[in-house]
């Protein structure tokens, strides 16, 4: 099988459900966002230092492809969707690194490589998020994703600042 299919050489591509939809669809962009994502992560995780960072960013990027295969479809559901459990996991993560961080206000990026690549992953999910909401103002989705996306931001910025500390004292 070829990755070359012709099918979108007219500027459509097909849904995980079938249906076919011009590739500037706001549901595309938003599903474009997550891939986009989920490739920054699978570079941040090669710069980041902290214990058990590599883990959280590949069951992130796990949870991403259900996220996407979920906004990829135009079927209320999915076999894997995103559930309030993913949810209550990142809080979770956030109030542990918290615990462990002095948060002091505002903070200019780029104060380590890791921090660095993580605030990219804040930034990009950000947009993702808006394009989420842009999607649920068209279409019904699972409200949960954009609780998680929400989340998500929140857990990369404190991972970042999580990596300054330790950049800090290496």
Do not use: W
Request: aromatic letters at 6%; one cysteine or more; a negative charge.
């Amino acid at each position: 099988m070829s990755i070359v299919t012709r099918t979108g050489d007219k500027g459509e591509t097909s849904l995980f459900s079938g249906e076919r939809i011009k590739k500037d669809d706001v549901r595309v962009e938003a599903y474009g966002v997550m891939d986009e994502l989920n490739s920054f992560l699978g570079d941040a995780k090669h710069y980041c230092n902290s214990a058990g960072f590599k883990e959280i960013i590949e069951t992130i990027q796990s949870d991403l492809f259900r996220l996407c295969a979920e906004l990829a479809s135009s079927k209320d559901e999915t076999d894997n969707p995103i559930k309030e459990r993913d949810v209550v996991r990142l809080s979770e993560i956030i109030s542990d690194i918290e615990a462990e961080i002095m948060l002091t206000g505002f903070v200019i990026p780029g104060n380590s490589q890791g921090s660095a690549k993580l605030d990219i992953c804040r930034s990009v999910a950000r947009r993702g998020e808006r394009r989420i909401v842009s999607l649920s103002e068209k279409v019904k989705i699972n409200s949960t994703i954009i609780q998680y996306i929400n989340r998500l931001s929140d857990l990369f910025f404190v991972m970042a600042r999580k990596e300054e500390k330790n950049h800090l004292f290496l």
